[in-house]
């Protein structure tokens, strides 16, 4: 349960090792909890053992690319949410995000951080609010 004192969980998946270790410091910085990934297999490693709200993943990587990891994050941790971010901008490769439910994209190169960190800022509020909805149910069975 993401809390108004801690902020909430990010994983960071990308290959490309300066792309992880900027958005990880910045979002550090921010008071974020963050975890990094090279790519959708490792990343699917740590979502089985870690508390994660928002993924914030490349789609072009080796291994496992990110279309295929969001699949597979609808599939079997729905409530995260995941932004997009690639510098590999086609209208399918877009679509394919929105289709299999991205929270949003946001593309490279990654000059002002304020679009991905109003996006983050969104999922975590979207989250919260489900949150309060889900104990309200809960409240309502209790009674």
């Known amino acids: 349960m993401i809390d108004d004192q801690k902020k909430a969980h990010i994983l960071i998946v990308d290959d490309e090792k300066h792309i992880q270790e900027m958005l990880s410091r910045n979002f550090r910085f921010e008071g974020y909890d963050v975890m990094t990934a090279g790519n959708g297999e490792e990343a699917l490693e740590i979502l089985k053992t870690q508390r994660i709200e928002v993924v914030i993943s490349d789609i072009r990587m080796p291994v496992m690319d990110g279309i295929e990891l969001l699949k597979r994050i609808r599939k079997d941790y729905q409530m995260v949410q995941v932004i997009i971010i690639t ?28 679009e991905l960190e109003n996006a983050v800022k969104r999922c975590v509020e979207y989250l919260k609010h489900w949150q309060k909805k889900l104990l309200e149910l809960q409240a309502m069975k209790i009674q």
């Open 87 to 114: 510098g590999y901008v086609t209208m399918t490769s877009l679509l394919d995000a929105f289709r299999h439910g991205a929270y949003t994209c946001v593309f490279k190169p990654i000059n002002d951080m304020k």
